[in-house]
């Protein structure tokens, strides 16, 4: 018999695990998993965030330097429909509503059986006409917002929650075809990810103060909520991993019922991570790809190796797990895969992570190096793709009208590609670059100002984009040669020092500010609309790009959101527009 197990979460920290060292979170499952498998200490993601890490789960290979989010293309080997088309049954039981949308709209077509459960996150499920009724909150307001809260009406019983139904769904399966030889089942909840959203059972197991405004869903920003506020917040999330741990269990108490440990492989891990406030942040993707957001948690049962109760140190990825489950079914991995089998003696060099157009960052496992762009303009980039869909949306067709038709790459079996002008989220150039010993420092808060290391780092960096055929312009947004070697004068963290340490500054916090400050009680809509003279040039561009995402949002948080923007700038914005509306007054 060979069967596989793959429990996958989505915005795991490692950190709030016991196995990884937390103290006072309640997990025991995750306790329990650590001595039925081997835990990897050294696991990072690879592409950023949820779609293209799921793009490298199928391909075995880096998705962000050649494209931002979107489908599987059609030259793409997906580990699931191999594993189908050599007699392996696959099934998907998934809360994830990224699936279902443009940007990943071919993701569960590739498995033999799935199944979707509805109302995570602004899920476009349940059709209320009226407002919904909407608590008191700390939570920002969004295009998801409204949505969130409609869906919230239909998931009061913890039966109904999205994530138990694909608990159900998972444990269904296994009971169902427990006796049955080569399948593989991925059961793959949207939790802990944000929106936060429990039940009282688990905020008491995590003493969250039920009676206090709702703070589940803190926005992609440095942190300007006071202290009470963000423990609040991180409450909420161990909450909800805590209900994730119940889940845990369910399928743990399967493996010990039916013997599934002789012959089943279980895998356990995640995307990515969250940052919850630490170094003063929240969230993911509009800052570098700090420690807690990449380094993540990851737990394989092998029954080959049988290795339980065991810690490794290798440098492992993402990537890593498509090969891993081919070669458990003795399925051959196409040429294109990068990643390798999760044994004991599996070893790399380094480790790329990154998002289209973001720092581009690797790892040799004590250094991380985090490489932004060259100048402001982060550019030249390109997204190269034969389906042009984002997150939720096709291209416009104004995006579409400059595309080209190029060559493609070594790992797209000689189809051309669309080459079009691929804007990022947010521009690394304001952060800097920025370099860490994780062995002296695992907290990240000292960078490192070391010509040497940084260009031994570079070299490493510079091999593994060419390893994965990066595209030229890459090389030109990061100041790096794309033939021969790095020399000092492509180094860039003593140029970018003081830049680096500005965006490493906290923001103004709130209750610093008067109660009718104009960062408090000005939206960004009203602010570009009414007071454009009063921002400073530099920054209009990318407000202006803001403004579809917040338009609503208070002026501090989205300054927050901006690493260009220091607390010392703030408060002289706050002034500068209260002089604008004194003038405009009189």
């Known amino acids: 018999m060979k069967r596989a197990v793959m429990v996958m979460y989505d915005s795991l920290n490692r950190r709030m695990l016991p196995p990884y060292g937390a103290e006072n979170v309640h997990a025991p499952n995750f306790s329990r998993l650590a001595e039925r498998t081997a835990l990897f200490e050294n696991c990072y993601a690879g592409s950023m965030p949820c779609m293209p890490a799921r793009r490298e789960l199928h391909t075995g290979r880096y998705n962000f330097l050649h494209r931002s989010w979107g489908p ?15 007699g392996v049954h696959t099934h998907l039981a998934t809360d994830h509503q990224h699936y279902w949308e443009d940007g990943g709209a071919t993701y569960h077509n590739r498995y033999s059986t799935f199944e979707f459960f509805r109302g995570q996150e602004g899920d476009r499920w349940k059709g209320h006409v009226r407002d919904p009724e909407v608590p008191e909150t700390l939570n920002a307001t969004t295009f998801l917002s409204r949505q969130d809260w409609v869906n919230r009406q239909y998931l009061q019983d913890e039966a109904r929650h999205p994530q138990t139904l694909t608990f159900d769904a998972g444990v269904e399966f296994i009971e169902t075809n427990v006796a049955e030889d080569k399948w593989f089942v991925q059961i793959e909840t949207f939790d802990p990810h944000e929106p936060f959203f429990s039940y009282d059972e688990y ?14 869903w803190p926005s992609y920003r440095r942190v300007v909520e006071s202290p009470e506020e963000v423990e609040r917040a991180r409450g909420e999330y161990l909450s909800l991993l805590t209900m994730c741990n119940r889940s845990l269990g369910r399928v743990l108490d399967l493996f010990d019922r039916h013997g599934l440990w002789d012959d089943t492989m279980l895998i356990v ?27 993540t948690p990851l737990f394989v049962w092998d029954p080959r190796e049988r290795a339980a109760g065991v810690r490794r140190d290798t440098l492992v990825q993402t990537i890593d797990i498509a090969p891993t489950l081919l070669d458990y079914f003795a399925v051959e991995a196409p040429a294109d895969m990068q990643g390798l089998p999760l044994t004991g003696d599996q070893t790399r060099a380094g480790a790329l992570f990154g998002s289209h157009g973001g720092h581009v960052n690797v790892t040799d496992g004590r250094y991380v190096y985090m490489r932004a762009c060259a100048d402001p303009s982060n550019g030249p980039l390109y997204n190269y793709t034969l389906m042009p869909t984002h997150m939720r949306a096709r291209f416009r067709p104004g995006e579409l009208q400059d595309a080209t038709l190029t060559d493609g790459f070594t790992f797209t079996k000689g189809v051309p590609l669309l080459k079009v002008a691929g804007p990022p989220v947010g521009n690394p150039w304001w952060h800097g ?4 010993d994780l062995q002296n420092d695992p907290q990240q808060q000292h960078p490192l100002r070391d010509d040497e290391l940084e260009l031994q780092l570079c070299g490493l960096m510079v091999d593994l984009m060419r390893a994965n055929d990066a595209p030229a312009e890459q090389y030109e ?5 794309a033939e021969g070697h790095v020399q000092t004068e492509h180094l860039l963290i003593e140029r970018q020092w003081d830049q680096a340490q500005l965006a490493l500054q906290p923001s103004v916090r709130r209750s610093e500010l ?22 400073p040039r530099h920054l209009i561009a990318g407000l202006n790009g803001m403004r579809r995402l917040v338009p609503t949002a208070p002026l501090l948080e989205v300054f927050a959101a901006h690493p260009g923007v220091t607390a010392e700038m703030m408060l002289e914005l706050d002034t500068a527009l209260s002089d604008h509306i004194t003038r405009k007054v009189s």
């Open 477 to 481: 947004r990061l100041g790096l040669p």
């Open 203 to 216: 905020r008491r197991l995590a003493g969250v103060d039920t009676e206090a405004p709702v703070f589940d």
């Open 72 to 86: 599987l293309e059609p030259f793409d080997d997906s580990m699931p429909e191999l594993l189908q088309q050599s």
């Open 269 to 295: 891990c995640t995307d990515h991570g969250f940052l919850l406030g630490e170094r003063g942040w929240w969230g993911k993707s509009v800052q570098p790809w700090f420690d807690e957001t990449i380094h």
């Open 514 to 535: 008067a109660a009718d400050s104009p960062l408090r009680t000005l939206t960004l809509t009203d602010v570009l609309e009414r007071f454009p003279d009063a921002l």
């Open 433 to 436: 670059s920025l370099l860490f």
